[in-house]
């Protein structure tokens, strides 16, 4: 550290070795969050209102594998409740969430390639509980590259995704901006045995992918960085 230029620098000031907010983690804290793995909409909701009494703040909503890959489950039977639950409309979403209150606490989505179909079902039902969009806070993790590693192939055209996750970006500017919609989750290559070198290298591959297709699309850098989070397993 003692030989890299800025190390003496404050928080929030460039080259932001110290943190890119001058307020660090005093402001907003650390977040308490559960994967909740549960098939079923009535099981999710149970144990997420539970946690919430118990101190929960961050909300984990896992698709299943069908999700992930926007199948739909009236039409297939593959991977229909398998390590996540089964959402597919406004009826199922409102019961996911029944009793939750967004406002109070923030999401993390996973959703593998279906973040838009996901995030237009969660958008309609805030409209209809009458919750701004701007109130939406956390994180949906849109990593299809993640995605491709995890399944082996994705359900629709590479490019077609990149779009969406450019109009996403788009989107969350104005209409959510405490919302980040873009993800470099590297949990799949932990779990395959990735040691630290390559997950940092699998981090900062995806990373410039992203950043250098979105900027391909018209998103500019501060867009992009802003939305990107990246996750690790420790």
């Known amino acids: 550290v003692d030989g890299l230029s800025g190390h003496s620098n404050p928080a929030g000031q460039f080259p932001f070795i110290r943190g890119t907010q001058a307020s660090g983690q005093t402001v907003d804290g650390w977040e308490i969050t559960q994967h909740f793995r549960y098939p079923t909409i009535s099981q999710f909701n149970e144990a997420a209102i539970l946690d919430v009494k118990g101190g929960l703040s961050r909300l984990s909503i896992v ?25 597919f409309s406004g009826v199922e979403i409102a019961g996911l969430l029944n009793g939750i209150d967004l406002e109070n606490l923030s999401i993390q989505v996973e959703a593998g390639t279906a973040a838009v179909p996901f995030l237009s079902l969660l ?3 805030l409209q ?23 399944s082996g192939q994705l359900n629709r055209n590479t490019d077609a995704i990149i779009r969406e996750m450019a109009s996403l970006t788009n989107w969350s500017k104005n209409s959510a901006p405490s919302l980040k919609v873009l ?14 070198v390559q997950e940092l290298s699998f981090a900062l591959a995806t ?8 900027g391909e699309l018209g998103c500019d850098i501060d867009q992009i960085a802003t939305n990107l989070e990246f996750i690790f397993s420790i």
């Open 123 to 125: 958008l309609a039902h």
């Open 207 to 214: 990373g410039a992918e992203y950043i250098r297709s979105l």
């Open 63 to 87: 698709l299943d594998s069908a999700g992930k890959s926007g199948l739909d489950p009236v039409a297939t039977t593959s991977g229909i409740g398998r390590d996540g639950v089964s959402i």
């Open 183 to 196: 993800g470099v989750d590297l949990r799949p290559y932990h779990e395959s045995g990735a040691n630290t």
């Open 128 to 150: 209809k509980g009458g919750i701004p969009f701007d109130k939406l806070k956390g994180t949906v993790i849109f990593d299809p590259l993640s995605q491709l590693a995890v």
